[in-house]
Protein backbone atom coordinates (compact mmCIF):
# COMPACT_ATOMS: atom_id res chain seq x y z
CA UNK A 1 0.00 0.00 0.00
CA UNK A 2 1.11 3.14 -0.82
CA UNK A 3 0.79 6.19 1.42
CA UNK A 4 -1.99 7.47 -0.03
CA UNK A 5 -4.18 4.25 0.02
CA UNK A 6 -2.81 3.80 3.62
CA UNK A 7 -4.41 7.67 4.62
CA UNK A 8 -7.73 7.28 2.50
CA UNK A 9 -8.02 3.86 3.74
CA UNK A 10 -7.21 4.17 7.75
CA UNK A 11 -9.62 7.36 6.78
CA UNK A 12 -12.44 4.82 6.33
CA UNK A 13 -11.58 2.51 9.42
CA UNK A 14 -9.92 -0.24 7.19
CA UNK A 15 -8.13 -2.86 9.88
CA UNK A 16 -5.79 -3.85 7.72
CA UNK A 17 -4.80 -0.50 6.74
CA UNK A 18 -5.08 0.70 10.19
CA UNK A 19 -2.60 -2.08 11.49
CA UNK A 20 -0.13 -1.08 8.65
CA UNK A 21 0.04 2.77 9.66
CA UNK A 22 0.33 1.59 13.25
CA UNK A 23 3.41 0.08 12.97
CA UNK A 24 4.95 3.13 11.05
CA UNK A 25 3.84 5.35 13.70
CA UNK A 26 5.70 2.80 15.95
CA UNK A 27 8.82 2.90 14.47
CA UNK A 28 8.56 6.43 13.64
CA UNK A 29 8.09 6.98 10.02
CA UNK A 30 4.80 7.81 10.00
CA UNK A 31 5.39 11.66 10.20
CA UNK A 32 4.05 12.06 6.78
CA UNK A 33 1.00 10.49 7.68
CA UNK A 34 0.20 11.68 10.99
CA UNK A 35 0.63 15.16 9.69
CA UNK A 36 -2.58 14.57 6.56
CA UNK A 37 -4.65 12.18 9.25
CA UNK A 38 -4.26 15.34 12.00
CA UNK A 39 -7.05 17.64 10.43
CA UNK A 40 -9.49 14.44 10.93
CA UNK A 41 -8.84 14.30 14.61
CA UNK A 42 -10.12 15.81 17.33
CA UNK A 43 -13.64 13.57 17.94
CA UNK A 44 -12.49 10.47 19.51
CA UNK A 45 -12.98 10.58 23.73
CA UNK A 46 -9.42 9.59 24.96
CA UNK A 47 -9.47 7.82 28.28
CA UNK A 48 -6.23 7.14 30.28
CA UNK A 49 -6.22 4.14 32.70
CA UNK A 50 -3.55 3.65 35.26
CA UNK A 51 -2.81 2.04 38.44
CA UNK A 52 -0.70 -0.55 40.75
CA UNK A 53 0.18 -4.09 38.79
CA UNK A 54 -2.81 -6.59 39.81
CA UNK A 55 -5.44 -3.90 40.38
CA UNK A 56 -7.30 -5.64 37.39
CA UNK A 57 -7.12 -2.47 34.95
CA UNK A 58 -6.90 -5.01 31.92
CA UNK A 59 -10.03 -6.76 32.80
CA UNK A 60 -11.75 -3.55 33.38
CA UNK A 61 -10.28 -2.01 30.42
CA UNK A 62 -12.17 -5.04 28.39
CA UNK A 63 -15.67 -4.58 30.29
CA UNK A 64 -15.57 -1.11 29.24
CA UNK A 65 -15.05 -1.89 25.60
CA UNK A 66 -17.90 -4.64 26.06
CA UNK A 67 -20.21 -1.32 27.12
CA UNK A 68 -19.26 0.65 24.58
CA UNK A 69 -19.75 -2.14 21.91
CA UNK A 70 -23.09 -2.57 23.31
CA UNK A 71 -23.86 1.38 22.36
CA UNK A 72 -21.91 0.59 18.91
CA UNK A 73 -19.39 2.99 19.62
CA UNK A 74 -16.10 2.32 17.52
CA UNK A 75 -13.14 1.76 20.30
CA UNK A 76 -9.87 2.11 20.25
CA UNK A 77 -7.63 0.44 22.96
CA UNK A 78 -3.74 1.03 23.64
CA UNK A 79 -1.82 -1.05 25.81
CA UNK A 80 1.55 0.44 27.05
CA UNK A 81 3.37 -2.20 28.35
CA UNK A 82 7.30 -1.77 29.51
CA UNK A 83 9.95 -3.25 28.15
CA UNK A 84 12.75 -5.39 30.06
CA UNK A 85 15.94 -3.38 29.39
CA UNK A 86 17.63 -6.82 29.76
CA UNK A 87 15.23 -9.11 27.66
CA UNK A 88 13.79 -6.50 25.31
CA UNK A 89 10.93 -8.31 25.29
CA UNK A 90 7.55 -6.57 26.08
CA UNK A 91 5.25 -7.78 29.11
CA UNK A 92 2.11 -9.21 27.10
CA UNK A 93 0.48 -10.96 29.54
CA UNK A 94 -2.25 -9.38 30.72
CA UNK A 95 -3.64 -8.70 26.91
CA UNK A 96 -5.07 -11.95 27.24
CA UNK A 97 -7.93 -9.92 29.05
CA UNK A 98 -8.67 -8.38 25.74
CA UNK A 99 -8.75 -11.66 23.42
CA UNK A 100 -12.64 -11.23 22.97
CA UNK A 101 -12.16 -8.08 21.29
CA UNK A 102 -9.78 -9.12 18.68
CA UNK A 103 -12.63 -10.36 15.99
CA UNK A 104 -14.58 -7.37 16.44
CA UNK A 105 -14.47 -5.31 13.59
CA UNK A 106 -15.30 -2.24 15.63
CA UNK A 107 -12.30 -2.15 17.94
CA UNK A 108 -9.00 -1.45 17.19
CA UNK A 109 -5.84 -2.83 19.60
CA UNK A 110 -2.80 -2.20 19.77
CA UNK A 111 -0.14 -3.40 22.24
CA UNK A 112 3.17 -1.10 22.69
CA UNK A 113 6.43 -1.11 24.46
CA UNK A 114 8.10 1.60 26.39
CA UNK A 115 11.80 1.07 26.56
CA UNK A 116 11.76 0.53 29.90
CA UNK A 117 13.96 2.34 32.51
CA UNK A 118 15.30 4.54 29.95
CA UNK A 119 12.75 6.21 28.31
CA UNK A 120 8.95 7.22 29.67
CA UNK A 121 5.55 6.35 28.04
CA UNK A 122 6.61 6.27 24.14
CA UNK A 123 5.99 9.09 22.30
CA UNK A 124 4.68 7.31 19.93
CA UNK A 125 1.76 6.02 22.20
CA UNK A 126 0.36 10.09 21.79
CA UNK A 127 0.67 9.61 17.97
CA UNK A 128 -0.86 6.37 17.90
CA UNK A 129 -4.49 8.25 19.62
CA UNK A 130 -3.94 10.46 16.57
CA UNK A 131 -4.30 7.43 14.13
CA UNK A 132 -7.36 5.77 16.02
CA UNK A 133 -8.67 9.25 16.16
CA UNK A 134 -8.41 9.95 12.92
CA UNK A 135 -9.62 6.09 11.86
CA UNK A 136 -13.28 6.64 13.67
CA UNK A 137 -13.11 5.91 17.36
CA UNK A 138 -15.38 7.38 19.29
CA UNK A 139 -13.50 6.52 22.10
CA UNK A 140 -9.76 5.84 22.73
CA UNK A 141 -9.01 3.53 25.52
CA UNK A 142 -5.33 3.98 26.74
CA UNK A 143 -3.75 1.43 29.24
CA UNK A 144 -0.47 1.03 31.18
CA UNK A 145 0.86 -1.42 33.22
CA UNK A 146 1.32 1.17 36.29
CA UNK A 147 5.14 0.86 36.31
CA UNK A 148 7.91 4.15 36.50
CA UNK A 149 6.52 7.08 35.33
CA UNK A 150 4.07 5.99 32.11
CA UNK A 151 1.45 6.02 35.49
CA UNK A 152 1.88 9.42 36.06
CA UNK A 153 2.41 10.28 32.00
CA UNK A 154 -0.93 8.59 30.93
CA UNK A 155 -2.39 11.98 31.90
CA UNK A 156 -0.51 13.76 29.29
CA UNK A 157 -2.22 11.54 27.09
CA UNK A 158 -6.03 11.12 28.03
CA UNK A 159 -9.17 13.73 28.12
CA UNK A 160 -9.46 11.80 31.42
CA UNK A 161 -7.79 9.33 33.54
CA UNK A 162 -8.72 6.65 35.55
CA UNK A 163 -6.90 5.47 38.60
CA UNK A 164 -7.87 1.98 39.19
CA UNK A 165 -7.04 0.83 43.29
CA UNK A 166 -7.74 -2.30 45.20
CA UNK A 167 -8.62 -2.40 48.84
CA UNK A 168 -6.03 -4.01 50.94
CA UNK A 169 -2.80 -3.51 47.90
CA UNK A 170 -0.32 -1.54 49.72
CA UNK A 171 -2.58 1.51 48.28
CA UNK A 172 -1.65 4.06 50.84
CA UNK A 173 -3.50 6.78 50.22
CA UNK A 174 -1.70 9.32 52.00
CA UNK A 175 1.89 7.70 49.93
CA UNK A 176 -0.02 7.90 46.84
CA UNK A 177 -1.26 11.40 46.72
CA UNK A 178 2.07 13.16 45.91
CA UNK A 179 1.68 11.21 42.25
CA UNK A 180 -0.71 9.44 41.34
CA UNK A 181 -4.04 10.90 43.42
CA UNK A 182 -3.55 13.81 41.46
CA UNK A 183 -4.02 13.08 38.29
CA UNK A 184 -6.84 11.00 38.23
CA UNK A 185 -10.17 12.67 37.24
CA UNK A 186 -12.50 9.09 38.65
CA UNK A 187 -11.03 6.74 41.26
CA UNK A 188 -12.27 3.05 39.92
CA UNK A 189 -12.37 1.11 42.84
CA UNK A 190 -12.06 -2.09 41.99
CA UNK A 191 -12.36 -5.66 43.40
CA UNK A 192 -14.90 -3.38 45.73
CA UNK A 193 -16.14 -6.72 47.22
CA UNK A 194 -12.93 -7.40 49.27
CA UNK A 195 -12.62 -6.14 52.75
CA UNK A 196 -11.56 -2.72 53.50
CA UNK A 197 -13.21 -0.99 50.27
CA UNK A 198 -15.19 1.02 52.38
CA UNK A 199 -12.01 2.37 54.21
CA UNK A 200 -10.24 3.24 50.98
CA UNK A 201 -13.07 4.82 50.25
CA UNK A 202 -13.45 6.95 53.07
CA UNK A 203 -9.75 7.66 52.81
CA UNK A 204 -10.23 8.70 49.47
CA UNK A 205 -12.82 10.62 50.09
CA UNK A 206 -11.02 12.57 52.94
CA UNK A 207 -8.06 13.66 50.93
CA UNK A 208 -10.09 15.00 48.21
CA UNK A 209 -11.03 17.22 51.38
CA UNK A 210 -7.58 18.45 52.06
CA UNK A 211 -6.42 19.10 48.78
CA UNK A 212 -8.44 20.51 46.43
CA UNK A 213 -7.25 20.82 42.38
CA UNK A 214 -7.33 24.58 40.64
CA UNK A 215 -9.36 23.38 38.22
CA UNK A 216 -12.21 23.13 41.10
CA UNK A 217 -12.42 19.07 39.95
CA UNK A 218 -13.09 16.85 42.56
CA UNK A 219 -12.19 13.67 41.44
CA UNK A 220 -14.97 10.87 41.46
CA UNK A 221 -15.24 7.40 43.04
CA UNK A 222 -16.75 4.63 41.71
CA UNK A 223 -16.90 0.64 42.92
CA UNK A 224 -16.69 -1.86 40.64
CA UNK A 225 -16.14 -5.82 40.37
CA UNK A 226 -14.36 -5.70 37.04
CA UNK A 227 -14.31 -9.35 36.90
CA UNK A 228 -17.97 -9.89 37.32
CA UNK A 229 -18.99 -6.49 34.85
CA UNK A 230 -20.53 -4.94 38.49
CA UNK A 231 -20.10 -0.84 37.93
CA UNK A 232 -18.55 -0.70 34.92
CA UNK A 233 -21.46 1.74 33.43
CA UNK A 234 -21.02 4.14 36.25
CA UNK A 235 -17.68 3.98 35.53
CA UNK A 236 -18.49 5.42 31.89
CA UNK A 237 -21.36 7.59 33.19
CA UNK A 238 -18.31 8.93 35.50
CA UNK A 239 -15.86 9.50 32.64
CA UNK A 240 -18.99 11.22 30.89
CA UNK A 241 -19.68 13.40 33.73
CA UNK A 242 -16.10 14.76 34.04
CA UNK A 243 -15.91 15.19 30.23
CA UNK A 244 -19.34 17.24 30.28
CA UNK A 245 -17.79 19.74 32.49
CA UNK A 246 -14.96 20.30 29.46
CA UNK A 247 -12.21 20.57 32.08
CA UNK A 248 -11.10 17.57 29.86
CA UNK A 249 -10.45 20.04 26.97
CA UNK A 250 -8.81 22.81 28.73
CA UNK A 251 -6.32 20.39 30.28
CA UNK A 252 -5.37 19.50 26.58
CA UNK A 253 -3.64 23.05 25.88
CA UNK A 254 -1.45 22.03 28.84
CA UNK A 255 -0.84 18.85 27.66
CA UNK A 256 0.24 19.70 24.20
CA UNK A 257 2.49 22.00 25.31
CA UNK A 258 4.16 19.52 27.30
CA UNK A 259 4.00 16.80 24.38
CA UNK A 260 5.79 19.45 21.60
CA UNK A 261 8.32 19.89 24.19
CA UNK A 262 9.09 16.27 24.26
CA UNK A 263 8.18 15.82 20.38
CA UNK A 264 11.08 18.57 19.59
CA UNK A 265 13.67 17.17 22.47
CA UNK A 266 13.49 13.47 21.19
CA UNK A 267 14.40 15.51 17.20
CA UNK A 268 16.56 17.55 18.22
CA UNK A 269 18.76 14.69 19.97
CA UNK A 270 18.57 12.87 16.32
CA UNK A 271 20.85 15.49 15.25
CA UNK A 272 23.79 13.50 17.17
CA UNK A 273 25.36 10.84 16.05
CA UNK A 274 23.88 8.08 18.67
CA UNK A 275 27.99 7.17 19.30
CA UNK A 276 28.84 10.23 20.04
CA UNK A 277 27.15 9.70 23.90
CA UNK A 278 28.63 6.05 24.59
CA UNK A 279 32.30 7.83 23.93
CA UNK A 280 32.01 11.16 25.88
CA UNK A 281 30.54 8.19 28.97
CA UNK A 282 33.50 6.85 28.57
CA UNK A 283 36.13 9.72 28.55
CA UNK A 284 33.59 10.90 31.38
CA UNK A 285 33.93 7.33 33.86
CA UNK A 286 37.60 7.71 33.26
CA UNK A 287 38.17 11.31 34.21
CA UNK A 288 39.51 12.10 30.89
CA UNK A 289 36.99 15.29 30.69
CA UNK A 290 33.82 15.91 32.64
CA UNK A 291 30.60 16.34 31.75
CA UNK A 292 29.74 19.60 31.84
CA UNK A 293 32.66 20.20 29.57
CA UNK A 294 31.12 17.75 26.79
CA UNK A 295 27.56 19.00 26.99
CA UNK A 296 29.46 22.44 26.04
CA UNK A 297 30.59 20.68 23.10
CA UNK A 298 27.92 19.02 21.65
CA UNK A 299 26.04 22.18 21.98
CA UNK A 300 28.83 24.10 19.87
CA UNK A 301 28.68 22.01 16.94
CA UNK A 302 24.92 23.01 16.08
CA UNK B 1 30.99 34.15 49.11
CA UNK B 2 32.72 34.27 45.68
CA UNK B 3 32.62 30.99 43.40
CA UNK B 4 36.53 29.86 44.14
CA UNK B 5 36.09 30.33 47.72
CA UNK B 6 32.60 27.64 47.70
CA UNK B 7 34.54 25.52 45.63
CA UNK B 8 37.56 25.58 48.12
CA UNK B 9 35.77 25.17 51.31
CA UNK B 10 33.42 22.22 49.26
CA UNK B 11 36.60 20.37 48.89
CA UNK B 12 37.17 21.05 52.90
CA UNK B 13 34.17 19.90 53.97
CA UNK B 14 32.61 22.88 55.04
CA UNK B 15 28.67 22.49 55.74
CA UNK B 16 28.12 26.02 54.90
CA UNK B 17 29.78 25.96 51.71
CA UNK B 18 28.32 22.82 50.68
CA UNK B 19 24.74 23.93 51.55
CA UNK B 20 25.50 27.15 49.38
CA UNK B 21 26.76 24.80 46.49
CA UNK B 22 23.87 22.63 46.84
CA UNK B 23 21.16 25.80 46.33
CA UNK B 24 23.36 26.82 43.13
CA UNK B 25 22.63 23.26 41.90
CA UNK B 26 19.44 22.92 42.76
CA UNK B 27 18.81 26.58 40.70
CA UNK B 28 20.63 25.12 37.71
CA UNK B 29 23.33 27.61 37.99
CA UNK B 30 26.37 25.89 39.26
CA UNK B 31 27.63 24.49 35.61
CA UNK B 32 31.11 26.09 36.16
CA UNK B 33 31.37 25.10 40.00
CA UNK B 34 30.76 21.78 38.73
CA UNK B 35 33.02 21.14 36.07
CA UNK B 36 35.58 22.77 38.45
CA UNK B 37 34.33 19.71 41.03
CA UNK B 38 34.34 17.30 38.97
CA UNK B 39 38.06 16.48 39.13
CA UNK B 40 37.96 15.82 42.55
CA UNK B 41 34.70 13.05 42.32
CA UNK B 42 35.20 9.28 41.38
CA UNK B 43 35.74 8.14 45.20
CA UNK B 44 32.29 7.97 46.47
CA UNK B 45 30.23 4.91 46.69
CA UNK B 46 26.51 6.35 45.42
CA UNK B 47 24.05 3.74 46.99
CA UNK B 48 20.30 4.22 45.34
CA UNK B 49 17.24 3.23 47.46
CA UNK B 50 13.52 2.82 46.28
CA UNK B 51 10.78 1.56 46.39
CA UNK B 52 6.96 1.55 47.13
CA UNK B 53 5.80 4.22 49.82
CA UNK B 54 5.12 2.98 53.04
CA UNK B 55 8.06 -0.06 52.96
CA UNK B 56 10.32 2.39 55.29
CA UNK B 57 13.26 3.40 53.25
CA UNK B 58 13.63 6.60 55.09
CA UNK B 59 13.84 4.64 58.45
CA UNK B 60 16.49 2.19 56.58
CA UNK B 61 18.65 5.35 55.08
CA UNK B 62 18.85 6.61 58.44
CA UNK B 63 19.89 3.12 59.82
CA UNK B 64 22.29 2.50 57.52
CA UNK B 65 23.82 6.16 57.80
CA UNK B 66 24.28 5.03 61.36
CA UNK B 67 26.08 2.15 60.65
CA UNK B 68 28.26 3.72 57.90
CA UNK B 69 28.97 6.69 61.20
CA UNK B 70 29.97 4.14 62.98
CA UNK B 71 32.93 3.05 60.90
CA UNK B 72 33.55 7.08 60.98
CA UNK B 73 32.75 7.33 56.79
CA UNK B 74 31.59 10.58 55.45
CA UNK B 75 27.94 10.06 54.69
CA UNK B 76 26.07 12.18 51.95
CA UNK B 77 22.26 11.62 51.72
CA UNK B 78 20.14 13.27 48.91
CA UNK B 79 16.29 12.47 48.99
CA UNK B 80 14.27 12.78 46.19
CA UNK B 81 10.84 13.94 46.49
CA UNK B 82 7.99 14.19 44.25
CA UNK B 83 6.35 17.85 43.85
CA UNK B 84 2.85 18.38 44.12
CA UNK B 85 1.98 19.59 40.53
CA UNK B 86 -1.20 21.51 42.11
CA UNK B 87 0.53 22.56 45.45
CA UNK B 88 4.02 23.19 43.73
CA UNK B 89 5.28 21.86 47.63
CA UNK B 90 7.32 19.21 48.37
CA UNK B 91 6.31 15.89 50.48
CA UNK B 92 8.87 16.27 52.89
CA UNK B 93 7.48 14.18 55.41
CA UNK B 94 9.15 10.96 55.84
CA UNK B 95 12.33 13.28 56.13
CA UNK B 96 11.62 13.69 59.97
CA UNK B 97 13.65 10.38 60.06
CA UNK B 98 16.70 11.44 58.93
CA UNK B 99 16.38 14.29 61.89
CA UNK B 100 19.35 12.51 64.28
CA UNK B 101 21.70 13.36 61.70
CA UNK B 102 21.31 17.16 60.79
CA UNK B 103 23.47 18.01 63.58
CA UNK B 104 26.34 15.70 62.43
CA UNK B 105 29.05 17.42 60.80
CA UNK B 106 30.13 14.50 58.71
CA UNK B 107 27.00 13.76 57.51
CA UNK B 108 25.18 16.04 54.69
CA UNK B 109 21.55 16.04 53.82
CA UNK B 110 19.74 17.25 50.91
CA UNK B 111 16.12 17.17 50.06
CA UNK B 112 15.03 18.03 46.81
CA UNK B 113 12.01 18.28 45.06
CA UNK B 114 11.41 16.42 41.38
CA UNK B 115 8.68 18.02 39.51
CA UNK B 116 5.67 15.79 39.99
CA UNK B 117 4.37 14.12 36.51
CA UNK B 118 5.74 16.60 34.51
CA UNK B 119 9.61 15.76 35.00
CA UNK B 120 11.12 12.45 36.18
CA UNK B 121 13.93 12.45 38.78
CA UNK B 122 15.57 15.88 38.79
CA UNK B 123 18.49 15.94 36.70
CA UNK B 124 19.95 18.18 39.57
CA UNK B 125 20.00 15.14 41.93
CA UNK B 126 22.96 13.67 39.46
CA UNK B 127 24.73 16.93 40.29
CA UNK B 128 24.73 16.81 43.71
CA UNK B 129 25.76 13.65 44.26
CA UNK B 130 28.86 15.29 42.26
CA UNK B 131 29.25 18.23 45.23
CA UNK B 132 28.57 15.34 48.17
CA UNK B 133 31.64 12.98 46.44
CA UNK B 134 34.10 16.15 45.71
CA UNK B 135 33.02 17.53 49.36
CA UNK B 136 34.57 13.89 50.23
CA UNK B 137 31.50 12.07 51.42
CA UNK B 138 33.01 8.03 51.12
CA UNK B 139 29.31 7.11 50.92
CA UNK B 140 26.44 9.04 49.19
CA UNK B 141 22.44 7.39 50.24
CA UNK B 142 20.32 8.40 47.06
CA UNK B 143 16.57 7.57 48.24
CA UNK B 144 13.60 8.09 46.27
CA UNK B 145 9.82 8.01 47.21
CA UNK B 146 9.17 5.49 44.94
CA UNK B 147 6.61 7.71 42.73
CA UNK B 148 6.37 7.75 38.87
CA UNK B 149 9.96 7.10 37.35
CA UNK B 150 12.19 8.47 40.11
CA UNK B 151 11.82 4.67 41.06
CA UNK B 152 13.72 3.52 38.07
CA UNK B 153 15.44 6.86 37.09
CA UNK B 154 17.58 5.95 40.57
CA UNK B 155 19.66 3.41 38.73
CA UNK B 156 21.01 6.00 36.99
CA UNK B 157 22.28 7.25 39.29
CA UNK B 158 23.68 4.82 41.66
CA UNK B 159 26.98 2.19 41.37
CA UNK B 160 24.50 0.23 43.47
CA UNK B 161 20.86 -0.07 43.78
CA UNK B 162 18.69 -1.07 46.75
CA UNK B 163 15.16 -2.12 46.31
CA UNK B 164 12.86 -2.00 49.31
CA UNK B 165 10.43 -4.66 50.08
CA UNK B 166 7.83 -5.29 52.95
CA UNK B 167 5.58 -8.99 52.79
CA UNK B 168 1.68 -8.35 52.04
CA UNK B 169 2.18 -4.98 50.31
CA UNK B 170 0.88 -5.64 47.49
CA UNK B 171 4.61 -6.54 46.46
CA UNK B 172 3.71 -8.80 43.64
CA UNK B 173 6.77 -10.19 42.52
CA UNK B 174 5.41 -11.50 39.04
CA UNK B 175 4.21 -8.19 38.17
CA UNK B 176 7.15 -5.97 39.74
CA UNK B 177 9.31 -7.55 37.11
CA UNK B 178 9.42 -5.44 34.39
CA UNK B 179 9.95 -2.33 36.01
CA UNK B 180 11.52 -2.96 39.53
CA UNK B 181 13.02 -5.93 39.41
CA UNK B 182 15.66 -5.57 37.09
CA UNK B 183 17.35 -2.60 38.66
CA UNK B 184 17.49 -3.88 42.10
CA UNK B 185 21.30 -5.19 42.80
CA UNK B 186 20.33 -6.07 46.27
CA UNK B 187 16.29 -6.51 47.88
CA UNK B 188 15.98 -5.17 51.31
CA UNK B 189 13.16 -7.08 52.77
CA UNK B 190 12.08 -5.02 55.21
CA UNK B 191 9.51 -5.89 58.09
CA UNK B 192 10.72 -8.85 57.62
CA UNK B 193 8.83 -9.88 61.14
CA UNK B 194 5.55 -9.52 59.28
CA UNK B 195 3.81 -12.71 58.20
CA UNK B 196 4.50 -13.15 54.43
CA UNK B 197 8.13 -12.56 54.39
CA UNK B 198 9.27 -15.87 53.89
CA UNK B 199 6.90 -15.77 50.83
CA UNK B 200 8.14 -12.86 49.79
CA UNK B 201 12.08 -14.24 49.63
CA UNK B 202 11.08 -17.76 48.32
CA UNK B 203 9.38 -15.46 44.98
CA UNK B 204 12.12 -13.29 44.65
CA UNK B 205 14.36 -16.50 44.55
CA UNK B 206 12.16 -17.95 42.24
CA UNK B 207 12.14 -15.17 39.70
CA UNK B 208 15.74 -14.93 39.98
CA UNK B 209 16.46 -18.32 38.23
CA UNK B 210 13.59 -17.43 35.37
CA UNK B 211 15.38 -14.21 34.17
CA UNK B 212 19.03 -13.89 34.38
CA UNK B 213 20.46 -10.04 33.97
CA UNK B 214 23.17 -10.15 30.87
CA UNK B 215 26.11 -8.88 33.58
CA UNK B 216 25.45 -12.47 35.25
CA UNK B 217 24.94 -11.00 38.71
CA UNK B 218 21.64 -12.69 41.12
CA UNK B 219 20.68 -9.86 43.27
CA UNK B 220 21.10 -10.32 47.05
CA UNK B 221 18.14 -10.40 49.31
CA UNK B 222 18.57 -9.60 52.86
CA UNK B 223 15.79 -9.47 55.67
CA UNK B 224 15.89 -6.47 57.86
CA UNK B 225 13.25 -4.87 60.33
CA UNK B 226 14.91 -1.24 59.99
CA UNK B 227 13.02 0.28 62.82
CA UNK B 228 15.00 -1.95 65.41
CA UNK B 229 17.85 -1.77 63.37
CA UNK B 230 18.44 -5.16 62.13
CA UNK B 231 19.70 -6.57 59.34
CA UNK B 232 21.21 -3.19 58.37
CA UNK B 233 25.13 -4.29 58.62
CA UNK B 234 24.03 -7.34 56.59
CA UNK B 235 22.79 -5.03 54.04
CA UNK B 236 26.04 -2.67 54.12
CA UNK B 237 27.37 -5.83 53.30
CA UNK B 238 25.71 -6.86 50.73
CA UNK B 239 26.10 -3.78 48.81
CA UNK B 240 29.92 -3.81 49.29
CA UNK B 241 29.70 -7.68 48.15
CA UNK B 242 27.79 -6.01 44.61
CA UNK B 243 30.81 -3.16 44.48
CA UNK B 244 33.31 -5.69 44.82
CA UNK B 245 32.37 -7.42 41.42
CA UNK B 246 32.94 -4.02 39.71
CA UNK B 247 29.50 -4.31 38.12
CA UNK B 248 28.95 -1.13 39.61
CA UNK B 249 31.79 0.68 37.74
CA UNK B 250 30.98 -1.10 34.80
CA UNK B 251 27.15 0.20 34.55
CA UNK B 252 29.08 3.40 35.22
CA UNK B 253 29.75 3.77 31.69
CA UNK B 254 26.25 3.58 30.21
CA UNK B 255 24.71 5.50 32.70
CA UNK B 256 26.56 8.46 31.81
CA UNK B 257 25.77 7.80 28.33
CA UNK B 258 22.13 8.11 28.91
CA UNK B 259 22.56 11.26 31.40
CA UNK B 260 24.85 13.01 29.02
CA UNK B 261 21.70 12.82 26.71
CA UNK B 262 19.68 13.66 28.95
CA UNK B 263 21.57 16.82 29.59
CA UNK B 264 22.24 17.80 26.43
CA UNK B 265 18.01 17.28 25.77
CA UNK B 266 17.88 19.38 28.64
CA UNK B 267 20.26 22.69 27.12
CA UNK B 268 19.01 22.30 23.71
CA UNK B 269 15.56 23.33 24.74
CA UNK B 270 16.93 26.12 26.56
CA UNK B 271 17.46 27.68 23.25
CA UNK B 272 13.84 28.26 22.74
CA UNK B 273 11.60 30.50 24.29
CA UNK B 274 9.60 28.77 26.28
CA UNK B 275 5.73 30.79 25.58
CA UNK B 276 6.52 29.01 21.87
CA UNK B 277 5.30 25.64 23.62
CA UNK B 278 2.35 27.16 24.75
CA UNK B 279 1.15 29.11 21.52
CA UNK B 280 2.00 26.10 19.83
CA UNK B 281 -0.46 24.43 22.14
CA UNK B 282 -3.25 26.11 21.60
CA UNK B 283 -2.64 26.20 17.85
CA UNK B 284 -2.74 22.71 17.77
CA UNK B 285 -5.92 22.38 20.20
CA UNK B 286 -7.79 24.74 17.92
CA UNK B 287 -6.31 22.74 14.83
CA UNK B 288 -5.65 26.04 12.96
CA UNK B 289 -2.04 23.47 12.78
CA UNK B 290 -0.69 19.98 13.35
CA UNK B 291 1.62 19.16 16.05
CA UNK B 292 4.10 17.56 13.23
CA UNK B 293 4.32 20.63 11.47
CA UNK B 294 4.88 23.45 14.34
CA UNK B 295 7.86 20.90 15.32
CA UNK B 296 9.28 20.79 11.50
CA UNK B 297 8.96 24.63 11.86
CA UNK B 298 10.92 24.81 15.50
CA UNK B 299 13.81 22.66 14.28
CA UNK B 300 14.13 25.05 11.06
CA UNK B 301 14.79 27.93 13.55
CA UNK B 302 17.78 26.08 15.19
Redesign the interface.
Known amino acids: MLLDEIRERVLKGDQRAIARAATLVENRHA??L??EL??HT?KALVIGITG???AGKSTFASQLTRVLRAESKRVGVIAV???????GGA?LGDRIRMLEHYSDSGVFIRSMATR???G?LAPAAADMTVLFDAAGCDVIIVET?G???????I??LADVTLVVL?P?????VQ??????M??ADVFVLNKSDLDGADKLERELKASFTL?H??DGWTPLVVRTVAGEGKGIAEALNAVREYEATGLG?RK??????????E???E???ER?DPTV??R???A??N?ET??????EE??GQ?
Chains 1, 2 share one sequence.
Open positions: TQLRFPGAPGDPTSPYSIGWLGVVGQDEVEAKTNAGDDALKAGIEISRPKGGEVWAVRLRMLRRLLYFEAARVVHDPYTVILLQ
